[in-house]
């Protein structure tokens, strides 16, 4: 522990001293834990932090409250990874298996990064060519809420950006998650987005004044039904969660794990007891390349998070639904069903347990009973409906290959 320290304070002195360094950060401090730099941005709520790991040290971003979080989840949305430290803290990972002797280089290198990004929401700075304003939920770490920008920067080449950011006037586009209920503003496209449940009468009078919307795919069958009905939106059959299409993005690998992944919503997680669980626990709040990478090498998926069941079904993986009676998601079953209307729902596998069940029964054994339905519908059809075009030039022929060849 006191070698460690003393090797943070080196680094924190190399910092306090280099004059890009001492520019950057407002506040440096260290412990034989970790060392953090706070930056100018937010009230000096975000900060970079440098952990050790097994390989190195592992250099990201960390925000000191709410607002920070989400900000951080906002802009680095596709440009980093998650990482725990060894007390399950989480951080957005910007460099992994750093040496000792680099450490300051990277974390300057980070938070240069940090307030590019903040100048540029700051001034408006979004090429409308290179950019796509784009809403999702980014209050917490969950990967669910992740996919939409992901797949949208993969099939387009341009970067997501929550359309509520100074100079991003143009449509907006609604993806994955259950946020169909949260379009607000005129000139949105839909694509796969679904409802957390019916519209209230007062969503319904706000809504119906919106003009400019373009509903190209809905998540299921529910969410058409409430549109049309309710809101008297055209909305065509093309049905879909966009996570279906994941491994057009994230190929399955030859090999996978072989076990059961138990996937626990976010708010289940804490009652999880890790040690009663023969298969893996799959950490919801990691980023998407790993969660789903963890679902697709599974020989089986329990799962109370919606997204761990719509992976699991992406990639042929057996799953069955842990319905966590007593402590329910928000909208209850309906996002649940609306997804199973695009399966064969008599084939559908559910297990309802007590929230004290989950620290008490090994949840990795309910893999027995998990099925795989058949998908009742054309994801061609929903490939198809993405209504962002790619963007031009040489260094994105990739992205647009891609699409090409997909559809």
């Not at 390989?55 to 709410?66: L, S």
Request: hydrophobic share 45%; aromatic share 6%; with cysteine.
């Amino acid at each position: 522990m006191a070698e460690l320290a003393n090797a943070h304070h080196c680094a924190i002195a190399e910092l306090a001293n280099d004059p890009i360094g001492s520019a950057i950060f407002t506040k440096l401090s260290s412990d034989d834990t970790e060392i953090r730099a706070a930056v100018p941005v937010l009230g000096s709520t975000v900060a970079v932090r440098c952990v050790p790991s097994s390989e190195g040290y592992i250099v990201g971003c960390v925000g000191t409250n709410a607002a920070a979080l989400q900000w951080l989840n906002d802009v680095l949305i596709t440009q980093a990874s998650v990482e725990f430290d060894v007390h399950g803290n989480p951080m957005h990972a910007l460099a992994t298996r750093v040496p000792t002797g680099n450490v300051p280089a990277e974390m300057i290198r980070a938070g240069q990064k940090l307030l590019a990004l903040r100048r540029q929401e700051e001034v408006g700075d979004f090429d409308p060519g290179t950019h796509i304003p784009m809403h999702w939920y980014s209050a917490k770490l969950n990967f669910g809420d992740w996919v939409g920008p992901q797949m949208v920067q993969a099939y387009s080449g341009r970067q997501p950006i929550q359309f509520n950011r100074p100079g991003t006037n143009a449509r907006a586009l609604f993806s994955v998650g259950s946020i169909a209920g949260k379009i607000n503003r005129h000139n949105v496209d839909v694509w796969g987005s679904g409802l957390m449940r019916p519209l209230t009468i007062k969503e319904v009078e706000v809504r119906k004044r919106l003009k400019g919307i373009k509903v190209h795919a809905v998540r299921g069958k529910l969410t058409r039904r409430e549109l049309q009905d309710s809101l008297g939106w055209e909305v065509p059959e093309v049905y879909g969660d966009p996570a279906l299409l994941l491994p057009d993005v994230i190929p399955p690998q030859d090999q996978g794990h072989g076990q059961v992944a138990v996937v626990p919503h976010y708010v289940h997680l804490p009652r999880i007891d890790h040690n009663a669980v023969s298969g893996r626990v799959v950490d919801v709040r990691n980023d998407v390349k790993t969660v789903v990478e963890e679902i697709a090498g599974a020989q089986a998926v329990v799962s109370s998070s919606l997204h761990g069941l719509i992976v699991a079904q992406a990639y042929g993986v057996p799953w069955v639904w842990l319905d966590v009676i007593d402590h329910q998601l928000g909208g209850k079953d309906f996002k649940f069903e609306d997804f199973f209307s695009c399966l064969d729902r008599e084939a559908v596998s559910r297990i309802q347990v007590s929230a004290s069940e989950l620290a008490s029964i090994d949840l990795a054994a309910l893999g027995a009973k998990a099925t795989l339905p058949a998908l009742q519908i054309d994801l061609s059809l929903l490939r198809d409906a993405f209504p962002i075009d790619p963007v031009s030039g040489p260094l994105h022929e990739d992205f647009r290959a891609r699409v090409e060849v997909l559809r």
